[in-house]
């Protein structure tokens, strides 16, 4: 409990990790990826929880799931909507997908998205990291929600990143 807490006391830096011109990468993916299927697709890094959530046990899933609401995730027509979160002082990875991919995308799915994050993370490389989720969490969306050839892009959620 110590050291989880001194983590989130003491995080890493989400704009050392992502700064300006990367946060500007990963939204162009993500505007690139919603031309190729109906989905949405959110980012959102968060550098670690208030010490006294940390005291109480919160977690990066239950962190991730408020932030799904707080962002507005679930409000896509579809219920299409699907959020990639980072806790950094956590080194955790979490994936919230509205009710709309319930019996399309299993837990193993959502797990591989997050490995193939993770891989990059280790190696150094966050926005490699990011990227390389939005154009695997792309993969599942244009498999289930695909664009078809009269459907004009219309933007849900924004494709900026949130640094919370």
């Known amino acids: 409990m110590i050291q989880r807490l001194l983590r989130h006391?003491?995080?890493?830096?989400?704009?050392?990790?992502?700064?300006?011109?990367?946060?500007?990468?990963?939204?162009?993916?993500?505007?690139?990826?919603?031309?190729?299927?109906?989905?949405?697709?959110?980012f959102a890094v968060e550098p670690a929880l208030p010490p006294l959530a940390v005291l109480r046990g919160a977690d990066a899933r239950a962190r991730a799931h408020e932030v799904f609401v707080q962002l507005r995730v679930w409000d896509t027509e579809a219920n299409n909507g699907v959020l990639l979160y980072l806790l950094l002082a956590d080194h955790r990875i979490e994936i919230v997908a509205d009710r709309g991919f319930a019996g399309k995308v299993d837990d193993e799915q959502w797990r591989g998205v997050c490995h193939l994050i993770e891989e990059r993370l280790r190696e150094g490389e966050p926005e490699a990291a990011v990227l390389r989720g939005v154009e695997a969490l792309s993969a599942l969306l244009t498999l289930h929600f695909p664009r078809a050839g009269d459907d004009r892009d219309v933007n849900e959620l924004p494709d900026r990143p949130h640094l919370l």
């Open 9 to 42: 006391l003491f995080p890493p830096s989400a704009q050392r990790l992502f700064p300006a011109a990367s946060l500007q990468r990963i939204a162009a993916a993500i505007a690139d990826s919603e031309l190729r299927h109906r989905g949405e697709i959110c």
